[in-house]
C-alpha cells in the first residue's frame, strides 16, 4: 500500500512562492502504474486538481493555475514537489498530494494526509 | 474545462435509509466517473471508480451507475459511519481532472 506525506511550509506571504514536497513510500515513483498530483482545498470548500506528473518528467497542470506551477520529481528521493509562484491569499488551502493509477479509471486511490499552507504577511 | 455538478448540496438521512447523490458533466465523459468520501480532517478515500467498481475494501452498500453526462451514488443502508462529504471527480481528460462540488451527508 502507498503512503505518501507532504512536507515544507505551513506559511508563505504575498508574492513568494509555495514549495511542498510529497515522499512517497511502500512504491516507486518511477513506477508505470501511476501519475503522481497535487489538489488543493480551501477552507470549507471544494478539491481543485492542480496538476500531476509522470515519472519521465513529462507534467499536465491545470489550465487556471498553469502560469504559476511546477510539479516535478527528485526519483532518486523517490519524492515529486510542487512549486506555486507569486502566491495571493487566495491560494491558501490544504495541500495534498496523490497517486492516480494509469491502469484504471484514473482514480486517485491513494492521498497525503494534506498540510495546510496560509498565505500572509 | 469539464464541469462536474453535484447535487444536493447537502442531505440529511437516518441511519437505515438510501440516499442517492448526482453528479452532472458538462460534456460527456463516457464512465470515467469517480466518488470518493471525506470526513472532517481527513483525506479523501476512493470508494467507486470508472462509475460503478468498487474499491478494494469498501462496503458492498455503496454503488455507482450512469454514463455520458449523468452519474449516481447511491448508499443503501446508512450507517453512522457514512456521515461524510462526498465528491464526484471526472478522470475523461486524463491528466488534468476535475471535482464536484461536494455533497455533505448529515444526520437527521
Known amino acids: 500500500q502507498l503512503q505518501l506525506q507532504e512536507s515544507g511550509p505551513g506559511l508563505v506571504r504575498p508574492s513568494e512562492t509555495l514549495s511542498l514536497t510529497c515522499t512517497v513510500s511502500?512504491?516507486?515513483?518511477?513506477?508505470?502504474?501511476?501519475?503522481w498530483g497535487w489538489i488543493r482545498q480551501p477552507p470549507g470548500k471544494g478539491l481543485e486538481w492542480i496538476g500531476s506528473?509522470?515519472?519521465?518528467?513529462?507534467?499536465d497542470y491545470s489550465p487556471s493555475l498553469k502560469s504559476r506551477v511546477t510539479i516535478s520529481a527528485e526519483t532518486s528521493k523517490n519524492q515529486f514537489s510542487l512549486r506555486l509562484t507569486s502566491v495571493t491569499a487566495a491560494d491558501t488551502a490544504v495541500y495534498s498530494c496523490?497517486?492516480?493509477?494509469?491502469?484504471?479509471?484514473?482514480?486517485?486511490?491513494?492521498w497525503g494526509q494534506g498540510i495546510l499552507v496560509t498565505v500572509s504577511s | 474545462d469539464i464541469q462536474m455538478t453535484q447535487s444536493p448540496s447537502s442531505l440529511s438521512a437516518s441511519v437505515g435509509d438510501r440516499v442517492t447523490i448526482t453528479c452532472r458533466a458538462s460534456?460527456?465523459?463516457?464512465?470515467?466517473l469517480n466518488w470518493y468520501q471525506q470526513k472532517p480532517g481527513k483525506a479523501p478515500k476512493l470508494l467507486i471508480y470508472?462509475?460503478?467498481d468498487l474499491q478494494t475494501g469498501v462496503p458492498s452498500r455503496f454503488s455507482g451507475s450512469g454514463s455520458g453526462t449523468d452519474f449516481t451514488l447511491t448508499i443503501s443502508g446508512l450507517q453512522p459511519e457514512d456521515f461524510a462529504t462526498y465528491f464526484c471527480?471526472?478522470?475523461?481528460?486524463?491528466?488534468?481532472?476535475?471535482f464536484g462540488q461536494g455533497t455533505k451527508l448529515e444526520i437527521k
Open positions: 496523490a497517486s492516480v493509477r494509469r491502469d484504471g479509471s484514473n482514480q486517485i486511490d491513494n
Open positions: 511502500g512504491g516507486s515513483i518511477s513506477s508505470n502504474t501511476y501519475y
Open positions: 506528473m509522470f515519472y519521465t518528467g513529462s507534467s
Open positions: 460534456q460527456s465523459i463516457s464512465r470515467y
Open positions: 470508472a462509475t460503478s
Open positions: 471527480q471526472q478522470s475523461y481528460t486524463t491528466p488534468v481532472y476535475t
